[in-house]
């Protein structure tokens, strides 16, 4: 059985910086797509940050400049690092994996961006 276990949500102010944490840990055999998502209230989920096996990085737009996606092969884990956090950014931010060609979703960490 594979888990994704997420870390490092909280309360930040504007302009905070946040690191999330997603760690992979179960039979393991390949792990391709390590991905970012969030969904804010009445809204869709959406694409964050991914990132590749090969190291290829992809960003949502709005996230750009400020947010770095990367990856720890030995440990198995994803990271987020959010700087210059905005009250936009507040959402429930999700970690998705492809493992073992399936899919598995973290259970959400709370980000929120307010004074």
């Known amino acids: 059985q594979v888990q994704l276990v997420e870390s490092g949500g909280g309360l930040v102010q504007p302009g905070g910086s946040l690191r999330l944490s997603c760690a992979a840990s179960?039979?393991?055999?390949?792990?391709?797509?390590l991905d970012w998502y969030r969904q804010a209230p009445g809204k869709q989920r959406e694409l964050v940050a991914a990132?590749?096996?090969?190291?290829?990085?992809h960003y949502a737009e709005s996230v750009k400049g400020r947010f770095t996606i990367s990856r720890d092969y030995a440990k198995n884990t994803v990271y987020l690092q959010m700087n210059s956090l905005k009250p936009e950014d507040t959402a429930v931010y999700y970690c998705?994996?492809?493992?073992?060609?399936?899919?598995?979703w973290g259970q959400g960490t709370q980000v929120t961006v307010s004074s």
């Open positions: 998705y994996a492809e493992i073992n060609h399936q899919e598995y």
């Open positions: 179960g039979s393991i055999f390949s792990i391709y797509a």
């Open positions: 990132i590749t096996p090969s190291g290829s990085t």
